[in-house]
Each structure stands twice: as structure tokens, then as C-alpha cells.
């Protein structure tokens, strides 16, 4: 074991009613070597595939029941989703027309788009004014409602990508921006996107990388350890496995672009998890109102791979 902490208290566990524990999806096997404990969840890792997860889990009811309104305007968002991820508009637009630059490299001509958990349709709305045709799909019926009424964006529907029907064959791109991680079934979403996808289509999806140089620095306290939504922590080796597995040929894995445009709001919340006297100390950014800077902390990889 490596920074594992002590044994959460049973009655720590019962704070979470329904969870459950799961084996390492990669490989299938129950052998977990304990990263560390944050009671009531362990961050472990598989000691035969090297795949990082959390440990127990969520409820299935639970965790879809979790996106439709609070995890958009969080009290907790240090541990849990967003403090306003509205209000966040224009830096996420920002941040996906810099990041959308990846896929003009291999794509010179606008085609058709379906962008998997959309969320409020950031991404979809900057490839809608670069001339390509957009789909979105997405769990959460408040944010399909502010894609489709706020921003315009006709076709972004309101389910699961496992479930829906969609246009086999019929994209030439499918995303997943910061998804991967929550999903439960990861092959599942993946396979579906690959139907999706004609001969020739690509596949460009953003996680988080748990063997970056910094997230290796920050160990417990790094920003993406996010145990009711993060189930999933991948590096390099573990979605390239993964990729290859699902009939997806890997092109590019970079952290180049991964980084985000945030507010200085936003950092303020957010080193707040490293000691709660950062929050303290850099609580005069405030003044600053919502000006915006990009970071990129080199912790996140693009990953564009094509059907095989």
C-alpha cells in the first residue's frame, strides 16, 4: 500500500447507503492495492492491470439522480461538482475553441459532430459557428434544456448514448470531454460511439491523467480526486488498452490543449483542497471579478484515435 491512511470506521461506510464494491473493469479482477483512504471511499489501484479507481461506488440511481440539478450548482464543488457551471459559459467556450484546433488538424472541412455528455452544449455551440453539424447527447434534462432554449442547438437529446438511437455511421467525429471517468460502463459508451462513427470517423476524448508528473506531486489532494463522480482515474497505458480493445487505433495522446480558461473565482474554490487557509490567502483575488486566465497543469490528455 502507498499513503493509505487508516481503515474508515463502518459507520463512516453507512453514510452511503446503496454503494456498492466493484472490481477493477479493465481486466476484471479483485486484487486493489490502496492508494490512500478518504472515508468512505478508498482510491485503489489494480495490482495486474495498473487500472486507478474508486472504491465502493455510488448507487446506479444515485449517480444519475446526481446530475440533473445539484452537481450544476454545488455548495461542496471542492469535492463535487460545480459552484455555477453556467456562469462559467464563456470561458468554456473559449476553452473548446482552443481545444477544437485538435480536430482541424485532421479534419480540414466542417462534417458532423456528436458530442457525447454535452452537458449545456459549450462545445457544440463553437463547432455550430465553425460550420459543422451538431449532435449532442446528454443525461441531464436541465442542461438539454438550456442546449436547446439558450443556445439554439435543435438536436441535443435527453438520455443515455447506450440507449438512444442514434445515426449509425453517420459522424465523422464523436467527443467525450471530460466523460470517460463517470461513466459506469466505459465499453459500453465506447462501442456505441464506434457505431456511431463512419469508416474513416474519429473518436477524440479528454480525461484526466492520475500518472501525470502533477497529479503524482499533489498525491490525495489532487484536484481531480472526485470519488462520487470520478469512478475512473486512466493514464496513457490504461485507455490506450482500453482504446484498443473497443477497435480504436490511437493517433494522438497529448496533454497539449487539455488545460481550461477559468475564472479566478474558480481557482480560488479550487485551492481551497490543497489547506483551507489557500482559500484564506487567495481569497483577494476576488477582487478581481471574473477575469480569466488558462492553465494548464499538464494533468489532463486529448486523445485522438481513429476506427479500426
Given at each position: 500500500m502507498?499513503?493509505?491512511g487508516?481503515v474508515?470506521?463502518?459507520?463512516?461506510?453507512?453514510?452511503?447507503?446503496?454503494?456498492?464494491?466493484?472490481?477493477?473493469?479493465?481486466?476484471?479482477?479483485?486484487?486493489?492495492?490502496?492508494?490512500?483512504?478518504?472515508?468512505?471511499?478508498?482510491?485503489?489501484?489494480?495490482?495486474?492491470?495498473?487500472?486507478?479507481?474508486?472504491?465502493?461506488?455510488?448507487?446506479?440511481?444515485?449517480?444519475?439522480?446526481?446530475?440533473?440539478e445539484?452537481?450544476?450548482?454545488?455548495?461542496?464543488a471542492?469535492?463535487?461538482?460545480?459552484?455555477?457551471?453556467?456562469?462559467?459559459?464563456?470561458?468554456?467556450?473559449?476553452t473548446?475553441?482552443?481545444?477544437s484546433?485538435?480536430?482541424?488538424?485532421?479534419?480540414?472541412?466542417?462534417?458532423?459532430?456528436?458530442?457525447?455528455?454535452?452537458?449545456?452544449?459549450?462545445?457544440?455551440?463553437?463547432?455550430?459557428?465553425?460550420?459543422?453539424?451538431?449532435?449532442?447527447?446528454?443525461i441531464?434534462?436541465?442542461?438539454?434544456d438550456y442546449?436547446?432554449?439558450?443556445?439554439?442547438?435543435?438536436?441535443?437529446?435527453?438520455?443515455?448514448?447506450?440507449?438512444?438511437?442514434?445515426?449509425?455511421?453517420g459522424?465523422?467525429?464523436?467527443?467525450?470531454?471530460?466523460?470517460?471517468?463517470?461513466?459506469?460502463?466505459?465499453?459500453?459508451?465506447?462501442?456505441?460511439?464506434?457505431?456511431?462513427?463512419?469508416?474513416?470517423?474519429?473518436?477524440?476524448?479528454?480525461?484526466?491523467?492520475?500518472?501525470?508528473?502533477?497529479?503524482?506531486?499533489?498525491?490525495?489532494?489532487?484536484?481531480?480526486?472526485?470519488?462520487?463522480?470520478?469512478?475512473?482515474?486512466?493514464?496513457?497505458?490504461?485507455?490506450?488498452r482500453?482504446?484498443?480493445?473497443?477497435g480504436f487505433?490511437?493517433?494522438?495522446?497529448?496533454?497539449?490543449?487539455?488545460?481550461?480558461?477559468?475564472?479566478l473565482?474558480?481557482?480560488?474554490?479550487?485551492?481551497?483542497?490543497?489547506?483551507?487557509?489557500?482559500?484564506?490567502?487567495?481569497?483577494?483575488?476576488?477582487?478581481?471579478?471574473?477575469?480569466?486566465?488558462?492553465?494548464?497543469?499538464?494533468?489532463?490528455?486529448?486523445?485522438?484515435?481513429?476506427?479500426?
Amino acid at each position: 500500500m502507498s499513503d493509505a491512511g487508516q481503515v474508515p470506521e463502518e459507520s463512516t461506510r453507512d453514510l452511503l447507503a446503496g454503494s456498492r464494491d466493484v472490481e477493477c473493469f479493465l481486466c476484471g479482477r479483485r486484487d486493489e492495492d490502496v492508494k490512500f483512504y478518504d472515508p468512505p471511499f478508498r482510491v485503489v489501484r489494480c495490482k495486474h492491470c495498473g487500472m486507478t479507481y474508486v472504491n465502493p461506488r455510488l448507487s446506479s440511481e444515485r449517480l444519475h439522480e446526481m446530475y440533473q440539478e445539484e452537481y450544476w450548482a454545488s455548495d461542496r464543488a471542492k469535492e463535487f461538482g460545480y459552484a455555477s457551471y453556467l456562469a462559467e459559459r464563456e470561458n468554456y467556450e473559449r476553452t473548446y475553441r482552443r481545444r477544437s484546433t485538435t480536430i482541424d488538424r485532421y479534419r480540414s472541412e466542417p462534417g458532423r459532430v456528436l458530442d457525447v455528455g454535452c452537458a449545456a452544449g459549450f462545445f457544440l455551440s463553437v463547432m455550430k459557428a465553425k460550420g459543422w453539424q451538431t449532435s449532442g447527447v446528454e443525461i441531464s434534462k436541465p442542461m438539454v434544456d438550456y442546449a436547446r432554449e439558450t443556445l439554439g442547438l435543435d438536436d441535443v437529446r435527453h438520455g443515455d448514448l447506450t440507449t438512444l438511437d442514434i445515426d449509425e455511421g453517420g459522424y465523422d467525429v464523436v467527443t467525450m470531454w471530460d466523460v470517460i471517468e463517470h461513466l459506469e460502463d466505459p465499453r459500453a459508451h465506447l462501442e456505441a460511439a464506434r457505431r456511431g462513427l463512419r469508416d474513416d470517423g474519429l473518436l477524440v476524448l479528454e480525461t484526466q491523467d492520475v500518472s501525470s508528473r502533477f497529479a503524482r506531486l499533489m498525491r490525495r489532494k489532487w484536484q481531480h480526486y472526485k470519488h462520487e463522480e470520478h469512478l475512473y482515474h486512466f493514464e496513457p497505458a490504461t485507455l490506450g488498452r482500453l482504446l484498443d480493445e473497443m477497435g480504436f487505433d490511437v493517433l494522438e495522446n497529448t496533454p497539449r490543449h487539455g488545460g481550461k480558461y477559468v475564472s479566478l473565482n474558480f481557482v480560488v474554490e479550487r485551492v481551497g483542497r490543497i489547506h483551507p487557509i489557500m482559500t484564506t490567502l487567495a481569497s483577494p483575488l476576488r477582487l478581481l471579478g471574473n477575469r480569466a486566465l488558462y492553465i494548464n497543469l499538464q494533468d489532463e490528455m486529448i486523445v485522438v484515435a481513429k476506427k479500426r
